[in-house]
């Protein structure tokens, strides 16, 4: 099975920045979309950012739209996701999704293997 750690959460104030990273075990990334949803306590996941299994294509939320960058290293099996200007509204658990296809997709229900998540929480 293809199994998705996520990592690189923490507190950091807003307008900072971090970087999370998705790495796949199991099988390499090629060939692979990979996105990043985010889920807050009480609130339907939401979706972030996805990226082409090649990575030459990518889409995001209008509200990461120009903070976000969503990249991947298929040698490396790893997916990013560099968080610049974070706002308090981005406080949320963040989880790596993957499906096999060639093209991204917003829509949750497009991804079949997820990760548990990582804690991204932004002080005021």
């Known amino acids: 099975q293809v199994q998705l750690v996520e990592s690189g959460g923490g507190l950091v104030q807003a307008g900072g920045s971090l970087r999370l990273s998705c790495v796949a075990s199991g099988r390499t990334l090629g060939r692979m979309t990979m996105a990043w949803f985010r889920q807050a306590p009480g609130k339907e996941r939401e979706f972030v950012a996805a990226t082409s299994w090649s990575g030459d294509g990518s889409m995001y939320a209008d509200s990461v739209k120009g903070r976000f960058t969503i990249s991947r290293d298929n040698a490396k099996n790893t997916v990013y996701l560099q968080m610049n200007s974070l706002k308090p509204e981005d406080t949320s658990v963040y989880h790596c999704?993957?499906?096999?296809?060639?093209?991204?997709?917003?829509?949750?229900?497009?991804?079949?293997?997820w990760g548990q998540g990582t804690q991204v929480t932004v002080s005021s």
């Open positions: 999704a993957g499906r096999l296809g060639t093209s991204p997709a917003s829509r949750a229900s497009d991804y079949g293997t």
